[in-house]
């Protein structure tokens, strides 16, 4: 069974970069049809996906966060990130890892909430 696990500070400053690192264990993240995803859910609200890394490594970013966000993999590691620059109080928020794929289980990393403030 696939399990992912991310891992980052939980801490902040506004302005500076956010990175967060999602390690996948389990399965492969180049395992053919499997698309890697992050996702978070600020407090009180909905789930907004953010951007997925294909196994091929091609990426795919939300339209609103594209200018302020980069996902990348280290194959040798298993291991894809996320960065999300200049960010703001309205980051704030839990972040889950994802995996997804046609016809495969969804599996959610347990999320790890990311604060921002000075």
């Known amino acids: 069974q696939v399990q992912l696990q991310e891992s980052g500070p939980g801490l902040v400053k506004p302005s500076q970069t956010l990175s967060l690192t999602c390690t996948v264990s389990?399965?492969?993240?180049?395992?053919?049809?499997?698309?890697w995803s992050w996702i978070r859910q600020p407090p009180g609200k909905g789930l907004e996906w953010m951007g997925v890394i294909s196994y091929t490594g091609n990426t795919v970013y939300s339209p609103p966060l594209k200018s302020r966000t980069s996902i990348s993999r280290d194959t040798s590691k298993n291991q894809f990130t996320l960065q999300l620059r200049s960010v703001t109080p309205e980051d704030t928020a839990v972040y889950y890892c994802?995996?997804?794929?046609?016809?495969?289980?969804?599996?959610w990393g347990k999320g790890t909430l990311v604060t921002v403030s000075s």
């Open positions: 389990g399965g492969s993240i180049t395992t053919t049809q499997n698309y």
């Open positions: 994802v995996r997804d794929g046609p016809g495969l289980p969804l599996y």
